[in-house]
DNA sequence: ATGCCTGGCGATGCCAGA
């Protein structure tokens, strides 16, 4: 089972990029990120043409994230628990079942928080408080669990091409690390990493100021896998050519394949 | 030190992104 994650930011502004992308690479299920759509106005047909089921948690302008899937989505829940007022489209989950494992599936668009400190980054710490009840609840169920999207977090140094430029910056910030570091301290399992070391792997470049081209990139875009999911992963890739093409989102995609 | 570029909204520049 191939399950990729992807910041398409804006939907509607990526489907020649997005549909290109979904046929060459085939994956059984997309996490999306930053659909910039509220339900009514996502183009599912696309999607459903290509044997895709959908479900959506958007809203007007900004955020929303989406799952595609070739297996059935089953008891789809809508939102990261844990405060009834937050109105942002960031979070989504659903069950598949594969051959041999029913997975548990969370997509998840982390606040940004910049600037830091401010408000925004208080409601960046908040989000990922909550995301560690949610992650603690996962594990709890036993059931192999993922939590994949757009972290907005640089784990560590070499995760930058170049880490001095972003110390000032929420998604760098030591206390962004260390909450991030306290949900794999659960017993996550960052994929990416159990499958890749060394610097240079990227699955960001900033729009501005050329940072393509001269590959100034972060990695920001991440797969947390429970135990039970770890030990089903075969592989972890980022598929970073995917930037150079055209009318490209800043973020790339990245994928695992399950034994499921 | 700041803007660089892009999408969305909506009608004009501004906000948000990272």
């Known amino acids: 089972m191939k399950i990729a994650s992807f910041n398409i930011n804006g939907v509607k502004a990526r489907i020649g990029a997005l549909t290109e992308w979904l046929d060459e690479a085939q994956p059984d ?128 140094a070499e995760d930058a091409a170049n880490p001095k430029a972003w110390e000032e910056d929420a998604l760098y910030l030591p206390q962004t690390r260390a909450a991030f570091r306290r949900i794999l301290n659960l017993g996550f399992t960052e994929a990416f990493r159990a499958r890749t070391q060394g610097p240079g792997h990227y699955s960001f470049w900033d729009y501005q100021a050329g940072a393509w081209n001269k590959n100034n990139g972060i990695r920001i875009d991440h797969f947390l896998l429970s135990p039970a999911c770890a030990d089903l992963m075969t592989h972890c890739e980022i598929d970073k050519e995917v930037r150079a093409r055209e009318k490209p989102s800043d973020h790339v995609p990245i994928w695992v394949t399950l034994a499921a």
């Not at 036993?142 to 939590?147: C, D, G, N, R, T």
């Open 29 to 156: 299920v997309a996490l999306l990120q930053e659909i910039k759509s509220v339900d009514e106005g996502f183009p599912r047909e696309l999607f459903e043409d290509r044997g895709y089921n959908v479900e959506t948690h958007g809203q007007k302008g900004f955020n929303g994230v989406a799952i595609l899937s070739k297996l059935p989505l089953e008891d789809v829940r809508r939102g990261l628990p844990g405060d009834d007022s937050d109105e942002q489209a960031r979070w989504i989950e659903a069950t598949v079942v594969g051959d041999s494992h029913a997975v548990r599936l969370c997509g998840l668009y982390l606040p940004n928080g910049n600037p830091a400190p401010g408000p925004k980054y208080d409601y960046k710490l908040a989000w990922m408080e909550r995301l560690e009840a949610r992650a603690r609840a996962l594990l709890a169920d036993e059931m192999p669990a993922l939590m994949a999207g757009d972290y907005n977090v640089i784990p560590q």
